[in-house]
């Protein structure tokens, strides 16, 4: 299937399975330029990519309107690189890594967004936090004046068991309801990311509002 087709496919299913409004995140790792400028074309201007150094390559070879999101681990010696260049970075997964990107920030003078990966599953291999930390993570938070925490994102284990899969997605939505009524300082949820290219259909039935979509659009990565 071409992209714009496959693109076309998932815009249905969001039409017909969610009744938010829904970002199409379209997830661009290791996919060349032109194929990423043929979602560019179609009026997306949401990419994102796992690697800083891929990222900022694409950043300086596109045009400037896109907005670039951070989906994979980000390493404490990256965080300068990368902080003020995105639009959103999806993958702060421990304190420590927090405090880097505010410190970051604070220098930049300017207020980075991000979310806050959960795993839900409590995997061992998994990055994350857990559940039970997010408590006292929120009830830190006011403390890092140059991030604001926009939402949650989580990935479901790879696995065939849509039940558990619906499990963790439904599991997250749930606990964002709860963080959100909360109203920290430094924070606005807004985003529940989940879902990908084999459960993105469960995440929107379960409340994502933003689907990280790559290889059913841009084909099999090598
Ligand atoms: C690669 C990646 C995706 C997209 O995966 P596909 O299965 O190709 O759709 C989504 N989220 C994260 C964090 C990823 O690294």
Known sequence: MSIKDSILEIEQ???????????????????????????????????????????LYKKENMPDDINWHLIGHLQTNKVNKIVGKV????????????????NRAKELGIIQ????????????SKHGFKVDEL????EGIEEFKNIKVKGFMTMAPNIEDEDKIRWVFSSLNKI????????????????ISMGMTH???????????????GSK??????
């Open 13 to 55: 299913d969001i039409k017909k399975l969610s009744q938010s409004d829904v970002m199409l995140l379209c997830v661009t790792k290791t996919v060349s330029i032109d194929n990423i400028m043929e979602a560019y074309n179609m009026g997306y201007r949401d990419f994102g990519e796992n690697k800083v150094q891929e990222l």
């Open 113 to 124: 967004d991000i979310l806050i990966e959960v795993n839900v599953s409590n995997e061992e």
């Open 135 to 138: 408590s006292s993570l929120f």
């Open 217 to 222: 659009i841009f084909g099999k990565r090598k």
């Open 87 to 102: 639009s959103l970075i999806q993958s702060i997964d421990s304190l420590k890594i927090l405090k880097k990107v505010n």
């Open 199 to 213: 459960d993105y259909k469960i995440a929107l039935e379960e409340g994502a509002n933003i689907i990280r979509v």
């Open 176 to 191: 964002f309801e709860k963080f959100s009524q909360l109203s920290y300082n430094n924070t606005d949820m807004k985003f």
